[in-house]
T-cell receptor, first 109, second 112 residues
Framework: QKEVEQNSGPLSVPEGAIASLNCTYS??????FFWYRQYSGKSPELIMS????GDKEDGRFTAQLNKASQYVSLLIRDSQPSDSATYLC?????????FGAGTTVTVRA | DAGITQSPRHKVTETGTPVTLRCHQT?????MYWYRQDPGHGLRLIHY???????DKGEVSDGYSVSRSKTEDFLLTLESATSSQTSVYFC???????????FGDGTRLSIL
């Protein structure tokens, strides 16, 4: 099982600020990367996929991938209380996903 | 939402009893997965399937078996449940090896 590590939380940010989440992975050959959001007591929900180096933006979310440095990050701009959740980084490993332990984000009003 | 239904949603049972969890999908996806999620361990893959009757083990497969006789159904069986198998179980589906996985709502299983 390939390793995926996320910055330890919890991460507390004020409403309207940028939340920055980081993830590193061990398999240099990994090609597909995903960010999931999981609210307490709910299932993981896909919020971003990224496959090539650089930035990918979707609304208030931006994923950044750097394969040479083996890291992928997620920025949440203009954070809202509804963004309070645990964010899981996932890296594709053959048919499977390897997940990080997650970073819990709390957006305080 | 992706058409994934897990049943039951909650179950309480006793040590030593057999338990079967069902995952049903309406997306006609080839790949299906079973995960468990525990505090401090995150999501861990139990078994997965890449087609009807084609299954393989994940990282925590001991004590679990699976079956997939139809594209839409993937069953997870605990032959003789133990307290260490108390967990939240998620089914996921994917349309291809590089496509993202989508998760069902989960089954909360308690083994006393």
């Amino acid at each position: 099982q390939k390793e995926v590590e996320q910055n330890s939380g919890p991460l507390s940010v004020p409403e309207g600020a940028i939340a920055s989440l980081n993830c590193t992975y061990s398999d240099r050959g990994s090609q597909s990367f995903f960010w999931y959001r999981q609210y307490s007591g709910k299932s993981p929900e896909l919020i971003m996929s990224i496959y090539s180096n650089g930035d990918k933006e979707d609304g208030r979310f931006t994923a950044q991938l750097n394969k040479a440095s083996q890291y992928v990050s997620l920025l949440i701009r203009d954070s809202q209380p509804s963004d309070s959740a645990t964010y899981l980084c996932a890296v594709k490993d053959d048919y499977k996903l390897s997940f990080g332990a997650g970073t819990t984000v709390t957006v305080r009003a | 939402d992706a058409g994934i239904t897990q049943s039951p949603r909650h179950k309480v049972t006793e040590t030593g009893t057999p338990v079967t969890l069902r995952c049903h999908q309406t997306e006609n996806h080839r790949y299906m997965y079973w995960y468990r999620q525990d505090p401090g361990h995150g999501l861990r893959l139990i078994h997965y399937s890449y087609g009807v009757k084609d299954t393989d083990k994940g990282e925590v497969s001991d004590g679990y078996s699976v079956s997939r006789s139809k594209t839409e159904d993937f069953l997870l069986t605990l032959e003789s449940a133990t307290s260490s198998q108390t967990s939240v179980y998620f089914c996921a589906i994917s349309g291809g090896p590089n496509q993202p996985q989508h998760f069902g709502d989960g089954t909360r299983l308690s083994i006393l």
